[in-house]
């Protein structure tokens, strides 16, 4: 299949060029002044995803979504163009053919074979990337000592996503430079949320928005709400990108505003008039607090006929539309718009390429994305910011991250050894921190342990049971604030793929079940709820747990 990819010079080079001869011929237009910016778009629907997908997805015969079996899954570039990418990440990253081994844990690879089909075949490495040969049993983290893979599935992620915002920074330095820097630039990137409850992590390139926070050359970046019921009254506000990283790096979040009036015949929609404005005023709200902004984007279809309505023509949707500009002129003169939420969320990118991408990934992280951050932390009654791990130096030293009373750790599973140090800087001050999973139990360049989680969280006793299990914690009889208002007995078992859904055969299995041992984790740690196997409480693995530490560790 012939499609563009975003590893390739040539294609940097050639629509730097374009773009600078179409800035060129704007300047001379008498319309300039009132071009403010250029938004690139490129890719699959011009929402800058990689191909490939398309021939892992289809509908099948009973019309619905359905997904070909794994070992048959296409995925990943190995173009000509991509190969000399690629390469130049891992000449970069390691240095020497030795360092390359040591990391793929396979002798004898050289940074030149990556340019050569024989000796890097795309085949051999396509399996490596979608788990074909491992078995259905495998955790959702690879192991970095894997004999013969290592760190390849990791390096080879990254790269696919880096090299994405590396092109559009091309092309955004090419129009700055066109503009003597006048012009704003942005492009459709971060879908990033999406790729942690979906069933695609990874496909679409989009996980390296740490490094799209510190690109010079992109002012702003767009992604739609979520695409399901959320949308309704009701419901929650899902951007994908992590807005708050982008607000700390002076970058702009554009939600590209499609929802569904009552006018509209495409789902999801709301039903009426006083629907459809309730909505409106909660989406513009969630902007407004989190100095976003959005667009209209209309989809209705065709001259005539139903699908034809355009979905905003409304007097109360036009009223509405005017007094929201006049709200944001007003956010604009004043003095203070910095954060103020009390409670930090953190998210890991990087993470989701230590990740296999097929069961049990895709409920773990449906569990974390889905029902933890969106149907969770959005409905406690109290904001939080939503940031990259990657900005926690610089929230500590700018003094940002004091303001947080608790931090939670969305998904920080395969660090490097810099990132699991930057954990310590949120510890003390009396702040708590909410660990999820498997913090820390994949690390660059180590095998897969336990004792890392322990050593990550300063909770002692963290075991592993490899094999996995539809997680259920049966709440026990407790005194802790935390545990106030939940009954003993009470189950706490998420389940993100409910029978009769589309993705129901992926099931709800985690793997691997992390818990804590009682006998090993002290009395300081106290035991909240057990895990349930088989329909039986095992005492002996804590599910939940807290433990409080002094100033002083």
């Known amino acids: 299949q012939v499609r563009p990819t975003f590893m390739s010079h040539e294609w940097r080079r050639l629509g730097a060029e374009g773009l600078r001869r179409l800035v060129e011929h704007m300047k001379k237009q008498p319309y300039a002044p009132r071009v403010v910016g250029l938004c690139l778009f490129a890719g699959r629907a011009g929402e800058n995803y990689y191909g490939g997908n398309e021939l892992n997805i289809f509908t099948n015969e009973q019309g619905q979504v359905d997904a ?126 999406s790729q942690l409850y979906t069933n695609l992590p ?50 702009l979040f554009l939600y590209e505003y499609d929802n569904r009036s009552f006018l509209a015949e495409m789902m999801p929609k709301t039903f009426s008039q006083r629907e459809t404005i309730s909505v409106f005023r909660r989406d513009f709200a ?90 969770g932390v959005q409905r406690i009654g109290a904001p939080a910011d939503l940031y990259n791990l990657a900005d926690i130096p610089l929230l500590a030293k700018s003094g940002r991250l004091d303001q947080y009373k608790m931090c939670l750790f969305l ?20 702040r708590t921190l909410v660990w999820l999973w498997a913090p820390g139990l994949a690390q660059v360049g180590q095998p897969l342990s336990p004792e890392r989680v322990s050593a990550v969280t300063g909770i002692p006793g963290i075991r592993w049971r490899e094999e996995g299990a539809e997680p259920t914690c049966r709440m026990v009889a407790s005194n802790h604030p935390l545990a106030a208002g939940l009954a003993p007995g009470l189950e706490l078992a998420p389940r993100p793929m409910p029978p009769g859904s589309v993705w129901s055969r992926f099931g709800n299995v985690i793997a691997p079940l992390l818990y804590v041992d009682p006998a090993a984790a002290g009395p300081e740690t106290e035991i909240l709820g057990h895990w349930v196997l088989d329909g039986k409480t095992r005492p002996e693995m804590g599910a939940f747990c807290v433990r409080e530490f002094t100033q002083a560790g």
């Open 286 to 375: 969630a902007a407004l607090t989190h100095n976003t902004a959005f667009w209209w984007l209309d989809f209705g279809d065709g001259q005539r006929g139903a699908r034809s309505l355009e979905w905003f023509c409304d007097p109360a949707i036009a009223d509405l539309a005017a007094h929201t500009k006049r709200v944001y002129d007003y956010a604009l003169t004043l003095p203070d718009r910095s954060p103020s939420a009390q409670i930090a969320v953190f998210y890991h990118g990087e993470t989701h390429t230590g990740q296999r991408i097929h069961p049990p990934t895709i409920p773990l992280n449906v569990s974390l994305g889905r029902l933890t951050l969106f149907d």
């Open 411 to 430: 998904n920080p599973f395969y660090l490097t050894e810099e990132e699991r140090q930057s954990l310590e800087l949120c510890k003390g001050n009396g």
């Open 202 to 251: 990874l496909f679409s390139g989009h996980t390296a928005v740490a490094r799209a926070c510190r690109t010079p050359y992109l002012d702003f970046y767009v992604a739609p709400p979520d695409y399901n019921p959320s949308r309704r009254a009701g419901g929650d506000v899902r951007a994908w990108n992590i807005v708050d990283s982008l607000r700390l790096h002076n970058k």
């Open 68 to 193: 070909k079996p794994r070992e048959q899954w296409d995925v990943g570039d190995f173009s000509a163009a991509a190969r000399m990418v690629f390469r130049e990440f891992l000449v970069r990253k390691y240095g020497t053919d030795e360092a390359l081994q040591a990391a793929w844990r396979r002798p004898g690879i050289r940074f030149d074979d990556i340019l050569s089909p024989a000796r890097f075949r795309s085949e051999e490495i396509c399996d490596i990337l979608v788990s074909a040969r491992e078995p259905a049993t495998a955790g959702s983290l690879r192991n970095p000592m894997e004999p013969g893979i290592g760190a390849l599935p990791m390096d080879y992620f990254q790269c696919f996503s880096e090299a994405m915002i590396d092109t559009f920074a091309a092309w955004g330095k090419a129009v700055k430079e066109a503009s003597d820097g006048r012009l704003l630039v942005g492009c459709y990137y971060g879908y990033t949320l």
